[in-house]
């Protein structure tokens, strides 16, 4: 069976790798008025303003804010407060911020994710490596993310903001080959990867 190719971003999975259901608290974050668009599901990082941003491939690990997880703000075309999956990039005045809303990526919140590899995929070789995420816009429909992780980036580069912990089977994917899904964890400890 081919794996669906349906990628979500990053979906929290269990907390430090856990079996039981996440239970990580969402974090309130501020996102300038003229960001552009953040996704469910995007990873974001920390911006010099004070505020977050969506995330950008080859940013250091260091910046990790956390994941995407909706927002609400003061809509200037609808005249009241809206609470979205994700963040469009406008509607709200130049003197505004968006709250939004992550799972928090840092020590105090150790967390695993799911996350939907591109089409070269990724196989049990791949465990303990770093990787970085290609960005692609997501669903205006859905509000949810269209990243992906990048085969390309697969190494042992400390920096990364990713380490695969094991390969992930469901009712849509097989673990490897194309399109296969993994279980990632924020690489806040800036760990070096290990390839076979």
Known sequence: MAN???PNGLVPYASAGGASPPTYALRPVKILYNEGAIYKGDPVKNLATGTVGRWTAAT???????????CEYLSQTR??????????????????????????????NPQW????????GATILDVNATLDLTMTAGSTTTGWSAAVGDSTTI????????????????????????????????????STGILS
Do not use: H, R
Request: hydrophobic letters at 40%; proline letters at 3%; charged letters at 5%.
């Open 113 to 120: 994710f799911v996350l939907q590899m591109n089409s070269t």
């Open 4 to 6: 669906t190719n349906a």
């Open 60 to 70: 250091g690990v260091s910046q990790m804010a956390g994941v995407f997880w909706g």
């Open 79 to 108: 005249g009241y407060t809206v609470e979205s999956n994700y963040w469009p990039g406008t509607d709200v005045a130049s003197t505004q911020y968006v709250t939004g809303f992550v799972v928090p990526c840092d020590l105090a």
């Open 155 to 190: 190494n042992t580069t400390a920096t990364q903001p990713f380490k695969i912990m094991q390969l992930y089977s469901g009712i849509d994917n097989t673990g490897t080959g194309a399109y296969a899904k993994v279980i990632v964890a924020a690489n806040i400890t800036q």
